[in-house]
């Protein structure tokens, strides 16, 4: 991994291209996934790529995906997992958060246990749950922290009024909002983690829709770079904002390694610009 340099969030330095780990589940993020086999070669070619950042979640399978990467990874060495717990599974493609402080501590535990952890590298809130209190969601992770249980905090899809509320009652070290090139819902959010140092985490970090689409402006860019969409996608953010941490996701060996070679994919300022622009 030769361009995409280092981020550092609480004490701990990662390459800033990742690996987001639910698709290693299955259909609909439930269950195992058809090619088990094939999942745990993806998990370890990461590595050999140089990823040494997984983004995971108790949510993904559920509990699937934790176990995946603790029987392909562990013992980690230099490799940070971070997990998310506020999503409770009812089925394929449900989600429902729940923020009682009860329940993110429970699920704290088991993702302990689940990936064979003294202390969780990253524990992010998947969702605050808009049924209870929020700051008592945030006082757990702060209580998290201060026993030990976790070494990070980290909030997904929020708001810059909801991450300067969490930050008078625990430290944010990332965030993990929707945000690709044609999707910048979120670049209020991205500005305001630049200018307070807060890792930036997209997830669905590959453009898509017309515009990345066979023939788009994306895909003609892409072709005269001879690259693909994806990794044009990638590339672009990393050359975007220092605190961008994006984590491509994939349940085969052959897409994860086309991914990871964006890295490798050097923007000058000029074909930045017209990305950009093919993109808006």
Known sequence: MT????FTYANQTV???????????????????????????????????????????DAYGPYVSEELIFEALHPY??????????????????????????????ECEMSLRRLGQDSLDLFQLHRIDPHHDRDEQFGLLKALLDEGKIQAVGLSEVSVEEIEAARKIVPIA???????????????????CENEGIGFIPWNPVAAGSLARSGGPLDAIATTQNVSVAQLSLAWLLHRSAVMLPIPGTSRVTHLEENCAASEVVLDDATFQAIDAAAR
Do not use: H
Not at 3 to 6: D, E, L, Q
Not at 35 to 46: G, K, S, T
């Open 3 to 6: 361009n995409s340099s280092t």
């Open 77 to 106: 060495g230099a490799i940070k997992i971070a997990t998310k717990a506020g999503l409770l599974r009812m089925g394929p493609n449900v989600w429902a958060p729940c923020g009682r402080p009860d329940y993110l501590r429970q």
């Open 174 to 192: 990332t965030v993990q909002n929707l945000y690709n090139l044609t999707n910048r819902k979120s670049e209020d959010v991205l500005t305001y």
């Open 15 to 57: 390459n800033r291209l990742g690996f987001g780990a639910m698709r290693i589940t299955g259909a609909g993020i439930w269950g195992y996934p058809k090619d088990r086999a094939e999942c745990l070669a993806v998990l370890r070619r990461a590595v050999e790529l140089g990823i040494d950042f997984i983004d995971t979640a």
